[in-house]
C-alpha cells in the first residue's frame, strides 16, 4: 500500500457524520401528536381478518377533545380504498380498516388540524407478512453476470492508498483516510479506516452507506471494541470534503443517481457501487491487523441493500447486518403493490422509467435476487411505518432468504431506528465474533 503525506486540509474540523442505522435522526418532537395504532398489539393480521385502528391526538401527552381528523385507509404507497373524516369524542376514535385479500400492508393515515397547523400520524397493519412473495424474478445468467464482473474487476489493480488522520485518532484507534480502485483504473472507493493500535489479529465491520453524498467520519466507537471498520462512500470522491461540496454534487452530476443508466446492465450507476463494495472486502483482506476470517458488511437503507448484495457477492463476508434495506423489489409497482426505494417504476416515475430495457436492467440490481443467494447468517431490523423502503418491499427479499436469519420488528419505526436496534444488532455481531474468536 501506498502511505502518502498527510494534507493540510485533511485538519479542518467536519461535522459528525455517520450512517450508522442508529445514528439516524428520529422524526422530531411535536407538542401535538397524531397517535395511531392497529388494535392488535403486535400489529399483524391473517388474509381476510379486518384491522381496526386507534386515533388519539394529544397536546403535553393529554388527548384533544373533539379533535376533527380527516383519514384514508390503503395498501401502502396505493391510492385509499377508504376515507373520511371524523370528530374523536373524548380525545379518541376508532376506524375501521377493512381488511386484505393477499399477503402485503395496510396503512392507515391520519390527519388533524389543530391551531391552522396539520399533523400527521400512521399506523400499518401487516398480513401474513412471511408470505409475501417477490414480484421480480431471477434473470436465467444472474450469476454468470456477477461472476463475470467480478472476474473483469479483479484484474484492476487495487492500489490502495492509505492517509494517517492525526486530528481524529484516539488513544485507542488509529484513523485513515483511504481510497482504492474498483472495476477499472481510476473508478476509486473512498472512506474512513478506523484500527485499533493494540498489536494484535482483529474482526473486521464493512459499513456500507445509506443514499446520498456526504462526507463520513469512520467508526471508531466499534475499533475500540476491537474490531477493524471500514466506512465508504460510493461516489468516487473523497469523504473528508466541505458539506458544501457533496451538497453541490447531490445537486448536480450526482442528482438522481439511481436512475443513471438504467436502461444499460453493463454501465448503470450501482454496476460500479456493487464492485466497489467486493473491492472493499479485497481492501480489509489486504491489511496486516484482519485476522482473516472474521468479516461483517452492516449498513440502513441504500446501505441495508448493500449489506445483503456484498454478503451475496463475496463469500468472505461472514455475517452481515441489515436495517430496512432498499432497492427492494422493485418492480413491485408493476403488479399493483408497493415496490423498494427509489420506487423508479411508480406511477409517477412511470412515464420515464417502465420501459422493457429497463425493467430488465433492474432484476440484475434488485436486492430480492442476491438475497436468494445469501448463504451467511445475518440479522435484520425495520419498521412496519417505514414510507421511504415499503416493508412489502423487504419482506419480499427477506423471505427468500434461506440462510439463517433473526428478523427484529419495531413496528412503528419508519425510515429510522430505536438504539434498541442497534444494540440488539451489536449484540448479536459481537457474539459472533467472540465465537470465532474462541474456536
Known amino acids: 500500500m501506498k502511505h502518502t503525506p498527510v494534507s493540510l486540509r485533511l485538519y479542518l474540523f467536519l461535522l459528525f457524520v455517520s450512517l450508522l442505522p442508529q445514528a439516524i435522526a428520529q422524526p422530531a418532537e411535536r407538542y401535538i401528536k397524531v397517535l395511531v395504532a392497529p388494535e392488535r398489539a403486535n400489529w399483524e393480521y391473517k388474509v381476510g381478518e379486518p384491522a381496526r385502528f386507534t386515533v388519539q391526538v394529544t397536546q403535553a401527552n393529554v388527548g384533544l377533545a373533539n379533535a376533527e381528523?380527516?383519514?384514508?385507509?390503503?395498501?401502502?404507497k396505493m391510492k385509499p380504498v377508504k376515507s373520511g373524516t371524523l370528530k374523536l369524542k373524548e380525545g379518541k376514535a376508532t376506524i375501521d380498516g377493512g381488511t386484505m385479500n393477499t399477503p402485503g400492508f395496510l396503512r392507515c393515515e391520519v390527519y388533524a388540524q389543530v391551531e391552522g397547523k396539520e399533523y400527521k400520524g400512521l399506523a400499518t397493519a401487516a398480513y401474513d407478512?412471511?408470505?409475501?412473495?417477490p414480484a421480480t424474478n431471477l434473470p436465467d445468467d444472474f450469476t454468470a453476470f456477477w461472476d463475470k464482473a467480478k472476474a473483469d474487476a479483479a484484474k484492476i489493480p487495487l492500489d490502495a492508498r492509505m492517509v494517517l488522520m492525526p486530528e481524529r485518532c484516539t488513544e485507542k484507534v488509529n484513523v485513515y483516510h483511504v481510497n482504492f480502485n474498483t472495476m477499472r483504473e481510476g473508478a476509486r472507493y473512498y472512506g474512513i479506516l478506523c484500527v485499533p493500535k493494540t498489536a494484535g489479529k482483529y474482526p473486521a465491520i464493512l459499513h456500507v452507506p445509506g443514499?446520498?453524498?456526504?462526507?463520513y467520519s469512520g467508526d471508531v466507537a466499534r475499533a475500540e471494541k476491537g474490531a477493524i471498520t471500514l466506512q465508504v462512500g460510493i461516489h468516487g470522491v473523497p469523504v473528508t470534503m466541505p458539506a458544501e461540496v457533496y451538497d453541490n454534487l447531490g445537486k448536480g452530476p450526482l442528482a438522481g443517481y439511481?436512475?443513471?443508466?438504467?436502461?444499460?446492465?453493463?454501465n448503470y450507476y450501482y454496476k460500479r457501487v456493487y464492485l466497489g463494495c467486493v473491492r472493499a472486502v479485497d481492501f480489509i483482506n489486504s491489511l496486516p491487523e484482519y485476522d482473516g476470517s472474521n468479516l461483517a458488511v452492516m449498513g440502513g437503507s441504500q446501505g441495508g441493500a448493500l449489506s445483503i448484495i456484498t454478503a451475496a457477492l463475496d463469500s468472505r463476508i461472514k455475517w452481515l447486518v441489515a436495517y430496512y434495506p432498499a432497492l427492494s423489489d422493485l418492480t413491485g409497482y408493476l403488479k399493483g403493490r408497493a415496490g423498494g426505494w427509489p420506487h423508479m417504476f411508480s406511477e409517477a416515475n412511470a412515464a420515464f422509467n417502465n420501459k422493457p430495457d429497463k425493467v430488465k436492467t433492474s432484476k440484475y440490481y434488485d436486492v430480492v435476487n442476491f438475497a436468494r443467494h445469501v448463504k451467511v447468517p445475518g440479522f435484520y431490523s425495520w419498521g412496519y411505518n417505514d414510507e421511504t423502503c415499503p416493508p412489502t418491499s423487504m419482506h419480499a427479499a427477506y423471505n427468500v432468504i434461506s440462510a439463517p436469519k433473526s428478523l427484529f420488528i419495531a413496528q412503528e419505526t419508519g425510515h429510522w431506528t430505536y438504539p434498541e436496534q442497534g444494540e440488539k444488532a451489536d449484540t448479536w455481531l459481537f457474539a459472533q465474533f467472540k465465537a470465532v474468536a474462541q474456536k
Open 129 to 133: 407478512a412471511n408470505a409475501i412473495q
Open 258 to 266: 439511481w436512475a443513471q443508466n438504467l436502461d444499460d446492465r453493463d
Open 211 to 215: 443514499a446520498g453524498v456526504r462526507p
Open 69 to 76: 381528523v380527516r383519514y384514508a385507509v390503503m395498501p401502502e
